[in-house]
């Protein structure tokens, strides 16, 4: 009986454990007689942050540890080849026919790679399949619908639709054995749920405290499954300490928003670049300049802009609050188009994640789900004096006011001549951004 293969591509879903389409294919390798051994590949993007780089080499490397050898295609050493086809090439040189096992990426890219990965297996040997199994979310994008069959367009609706069947998932769920206790990401979660998880529904605005869990690049890359973390936190939300239970049910809230902007994404692709509210098609952005590029290195003179901006530039990643301030920054302060504000941090953060990052930008420009009022335009300084009140945050990222008063910070005051002058006058801008989202108000 001739030999037949069976291969796990690994993409968003480097880990050991609670893993189906892993599971799968070791299934399936154990099963058959006439299988090979498991042949595991990973397809390393041709562009990528010196960050993520180093998280995705780290992880590969521990993976390595636990699962066996992973080869690794780099798309930069294939100029012009798409992960289909590198895929096609390596399966081509293995028994056939073959099977490739998947975790199934729906945003719109994830897709089309994959109808014409499945398209180039079956062009080699009609035999050859890719199977899906698994997804990176705890619900499935388009399983949730409304009463009338849609799909939901409000974060709230979803939510509570969307919590009975993540609870059950993560019910299904065996948490990491001991073999996996030492894993990096399973680690860090555990010190934050065993130790840090106090205080979180209060305290995770505030990037001045170690107050979030610090796992989201983990998440991004599938170091860890959120229908993971929701089953270890169910103690927490059933016991009997009712404040553990509220940070407990916040930090599920918060893995349910990647999951609302996953669904979304999957219905409405043209959402990554497009806005979803069809007014703003012909809002009155201003065009990159200058003040873009004092943006990008942190040097606006709103302390805790430049804070964010420099904190994301140094370690590819900025604390959420910040996000959103940064955000409402460059599209009401400086009316810039949400879009090359979401390219500047694709390109940078270390935890990028298509959706979450599109539409986190949309909610802040007003223009996507759940938008912001339009008349919600955030102050940087009563945002850094209500988030970061000792300017602790600040005075991290920002040295040039490391001698500086909070309040004189805060007030924009007495600052040193080696700190840049503010770049606009928010006062003045605010009224500027009102008048042009009040032509498209409707």
């Not at 599920?252 to 670049?273: C, K, T």
């Not at 920002?398 to 600052?415: N, T, Y």
């Amino acid at each position: 009986m001739s030999t037949t293969s069976t291969v796990l591509w690994l993409r968003h879903d480097l880990r050991p454990f609670d893993h189906p389409a892993l599971e799968a294919a070791q299934q399936e390798t154990a099963e058959a007689p006439n299988r090979g051994d498991l042949h595991r590949v990973f397809v390393y993007p041709r562009t990528v942050s010196p960050f993520r780089a180093q998280l995705l080499d780290e992880t590969l490397a521990e993976l390595q540890e636990h699962l066996g050898p992973i080869d690794v295609i780099r798309k930069d050493e294939h100029l012009g080849a798409s992960a289909a086809d590198l895929i096609a090439n390596y399966v081509e040189d293995l028994p056939a026919p073959t099977t490739v096992y998947v975790s199934a990426d729906y945003t719109p890219l994830g897709l089309r790679r994959d109808k014409e990965t499945e398209q180039a297996l079956r062009k080699l040997n009609e035999d050859n399949a890719l199977v899906a199994v698994g997804d990176p979310y705890t619900v499935t994008p388009g399983t949730l619908t409304t009463t009338t069959g849609g799909h939901y367009k409000v974060f709230t609706s979803f939510y509570k639709a969307w919590l009975e069947p993540a609870e059950l998932a993560a019910a299904a769920t065996t948490l990491p054995d001991e073999k996996y206790q030492q894993w990096t990401a399973w680690d860090k979660w555990e010190a934050f749920r065993t130790e840090r998880l106090d205080g979180y529904c209060t305290q995770r605005d505030r990037p001045d405290k170690p107050a979030t869990s610090q796992i989201s690049a983990y998440l991004a890359i599938g170091a860890l499954h959120p229908r993971t973390l929701i089953r270890s936190l169910q103690p927490d939300v059933r016991g009997n300490d009712s404040a553990r239970a509220a940070d407990a049910a916040a930090f599920i809230r918060e893995l349910a928003f990647r999951e609302f902007y996953g669904d979304f994404v999957y219905h409405q692709p043209n959402s990554m670049w497009e806005d979803v509210n069809p007014r703003f098609e012909h809002f009155n952005w201003d065009q990159p300049d200058e003040r873009f590029r004092a943006w990008q290195e942190g040097s606006t003179g709103y302390p805790i802009v430049d804070a964010g901006m420099r904190q994301l530039a140094k370690t590819g990643w900025m604390h959420n609050r910040v996000r959103m301030i940064a955000a409402s920054f460059l599209t009401k302060d400086l009316h810039m188009p949400w879009q090359v504000g979401a390219k500047h941090f694709a390109d940078v953060l270390v935890d990028f994640d298509p959706a979450i990052n599109q539409h986190s930008w949309q909610w802040c420009a007003g223009t996507g789900t759940d938008a912001s009022p339009y008349f919600r335009v955030f102050n940087p300084m009563t945002q850094g004096e209500k988030f970061d009140p000792d300017a602790r945050y600040i005075k991290r990222w920002v040295p040039e006011l490391e001698l500086c008063s909070a309040k004189d910070i805060h007030k924009m005051r007495q600052l040193p001549a080696d700190y840049p002058a503010p770049i606009v006058d928010h006062a003045e801008e605010r009224l500027e951004a009102l008048a042009r989202y009040e032509e498209v108000k409707g």
